[in-house]
C-alpha cells in the first residue's frame, strides 16, 4: 500500500502474518526493540514462535483473524495470498497492509552505510560473516539477516545508525525496496523461475537494484561470474571484484584445505598481503565468501588483520552444512541449500571428509522443481545414495504434473542410487535399516527437512535413554 511509512506508527499494535519465517521474525524483534507493540502468527508451530513468545508478543500458530481487532498496521511476507484470512480481516476493517520488503526497506533509510548483500548463492554466509567481523573489529552494525547466527543469538540485532547490514534477496523483486549504499554480488544464477522468465530477466533484476547506489556507492562482485562483472561495469559505479583464481583487486595466496575441506589462504588486495585466514566452514565457495566479507568490511573502515582473524573464527551459520549430531554412529549434517548448484556445492563439502555420503533431499516448491529439472537429476551425483522426499510447496498449490518420483526415476537413469522415501518416517526408516555406521547423512532444503535431524536424533536420544 502505497503512501504508508512505518515511522507514522511508532507505538502503534503491528500484526505480523507469516511472522515465524527467517526474516519476518527478525523483524519482528527489531520492530519491538523499536517500540512498537508487535503480534503475529505463522501457519506452523516452532522454534521462531516460541522464541518471540518468550519476548512477550502474541503470537500464535494457524489463521487469527480476531487478532485484527485493535491492530493498527498489518506486515505480510510475499509468500502470504491477498485471500489470506487475516489480510481479507484488515481488508474488512480498513487496516492498511505493507509488504515486508517495503518495511524492510523503510527500516533501512537513515543509515550512513547500508551494505546490501546480494546474488543467487551465498548470501546469509556473506551477510553472517561480514557482521561478524564489524562486530570484532569494534563496530555497532545493525543487522538483519536470512540465518542465524550465534554470535548475535539470531539474524537480526539493533545497533548504532552508521551501518545497517542487510541481505538483498531477489525473490519477487523485494531487494528493490531498499536503499542501498553498497552492493556485494556473490553471483547471478537461475533461480526463482516462478518469478522470472529466464536467466536474462534475473541478470536485468540485478542492473535495477544496483541503479538504486548513490552516484559514490560502490558494488563488490565476483570476477569469475560474467554476469555480475557485466552488471557492475554497466552501474557507473565504482566497483571491485574478488576471486580466487583470476586477476582481480581482492585475491588469494597460497590456498590449501584441510583435511575437512576448509580453506586456509593469504588474502591480498592489489599484490599487498592484507592477512591470514585459516576457515573453520569447508568449502572453496566459503573461501570467496570470506573474500567478499573481507572486501566490504575494509571498505567500511575495518583493519585488514583484524578482519582476516574474525574470518578464522567464523563458525557458520545454523543451517549451512550444520552438524546436528550422531545418530546410530551415522554423523548428521543439515544444509539450507535449496537448488542444485547449492546442492552440488554441499556435498562436496560432505565429499572431502572421506565418508561414505547419504544425500536426503526435500525439493523446494514445484515451479522450481519443474523451471530446474534437470539439474535436479544430476546435482547428487557425487553423493554415494539419494534419498527424496515428497516436494515441499512452500506458497505453491500442488499443479499435479510434477512429483517426486520423477526425480527419482530421472535420477537412476543418470545412474544415481536414488530412493523415494516420501515422509520424514519413510526416510528414517530406511536410513536406520540401511545407514552403517561412518556414514555422513546430509538433509538437504530450505523446507522444515531440518526437523528431520531433529526428530532422528530425539528418537535416537529417547530409544538410548531407556536402555540406559
Known amino acids: ?81 491477498p485471500a489470506d484470512p487475516e489480510r481479507l480481516e484488515a481488508q474488512r476493517l480498513g487496516i492498511p497492509q505493507m509488504e515486508r520488503a517495503v518495511l524492510l526497506g523503510q527500516l533501512m533509510e537513515g543509515y550512513r552505510h547500508t551494505p546490501s548483500i546480494c546474488g543467487t548463492h551465498g548470501k546469509t ?141 593469504e588474502a591480498v588486495h592489489r599484490s599487498i598481503v592484507q592477512g591470514h585466514v585459516a576457515l573453520q566452514v569447508a568449502g572453496s565457495f566459503n573461501a570467496l565468501h570470506a573474500l567478499a566479507a573481507l572486501a566490504a568490511a575494509v571498505e567500511l573502515g575495518c583493519d585488514p588483520a583484524k578482519a582476516c582473524a574474525s574470518l578464522s573464527a567464523f563458525a557458520g551459520v545454523h543451517r549451512r552444512f550444520e552438524h546436528t549430531g550422531t545418530v546410530q554412529q551415522m554423523e548428521m549434517y543439515h544444509d539450507y541449500g535449496h537448488n542444485p548448484a547449492e ?52 506458497r505453491e498449490a500442488d499443479p499435479g504434473d510434477i512429483h517426486s518420483s520423477m526425480l527419482v526415476e530421472g535420477m537412476r537413469a543418470n545412474g544415481i542410487r536414488a530412493h523415494l522415501t516420501p515422509t520424514f518416517d519413510d526416510t528414517e526408516a530406511w536410513l536406520l535399516q540401511h545407514g552403517q555406521p561412518g556414514d555422513l547423512v546430509l538433509t538437504m532444503g530450505c523446507g522444515n527437512i531440518n526437523l528431520l535431524n531433529d526428530q532422528m536424533q530425539r528418537h535416537w536420544d529417547q530409544h538410548h535413554h531407556l536402555e540406559g
Request: hydrophobic share 40%.
Open 125 to 265: 554466509t556473506v551477510s553472517a560473516m561480514l557482521s561478524q567481523v564489524l562486530l570484532d573489529c569494534g563496530k555497532d552494525p545493525t543487522v538483519h539477516i536470512g540465518g542465524s547466527l550465534d554470535r548475535m543469538g539470531g539474524g537480526s540485532r539493533v545497533g548504532g545508525k552508521d551501518i545497517f547490514v542487510v541481505e538483498a534477496c531477489e525473490f519477487n523483486r523485494s531487494f528493490l525496496h531498499m536503499p542501498p549504499t553498497m552492493a556485494i554480488i556473490t553471483n547471478i544464477e537461475e533461480d526463482h523461475l516462478d518469478c522470472y522468465k529466464d536467466i536474462e530477466e534475473i541478470e536485468a533484476v540485478f542492473q535495477q537494484f544496483v541503479a538504486l547506489l548513490p552516484a559514490d556507492g560502490l558494488c563488490i562482485g565476483l570476477q569469475d561470474d560474467p554476469r555480475v562483472v557485466r552488471v557492475m561495469q554497466r552501474s557507473g559505479r565504482r566497483f571491485l571484484t574478488f576471486s580466487l583464481e583470476q586477476p582481480a583487486d581482492w585475491t588469494v595466496r597460497r590456498l590449501a584445505y584441510s583435511v575437512r575441506g576448509c580453506a586456509s589462504f
Open 343 to 394: 546442492m552440488r556445492s554441499a556435498i562436496g563439502v560432505a565429499k572431502m571428509q572421506g565418508r561414505r555420503v547419504i544425500a536426503v533431499m526435500q525439493p523446494h516448491t514445484y515451479s522450481r522443481v519443474k523451471g530446474l529439472f534437470q539439474d535436479y537429476l544430476t546435482c547428487t551425483g557425487e553423493a554415494d545414495i539419494t534419498l527424496v522426499t515428497d516436494i515441499y510447496a512452500a
Open 1 to 81: 500500500m502505497s503512501g504508508v511509512h512505518i515511522s507514522d506508527y511508532a507505538g502503534k499494535r503491528l500484526h505480523l502474518v507469516g511472522i515465524g519465517g527467517s526474516s519476518m521474525s527478525g523483524l519482528a524483534e527489531m520492530l519491538l526493540h523499536a517500540g512498537y507493540t508487535v503480534q503475529g502468527s505463522d501457519s506452523a508451530e516452532g522454534y521462531a514462535l516460541a522464541r518471540l513468545r518468550g519476548l512477550g508478543m502474541d503470537i500464535r500458530a494457524g489463521h487469527h483473524p480476531q487478532m485484527l481487532a485493535g491492530a493498527d498496521l498489518l506486515i505480510y511476507s510475499a509468500a502470504i495470498s
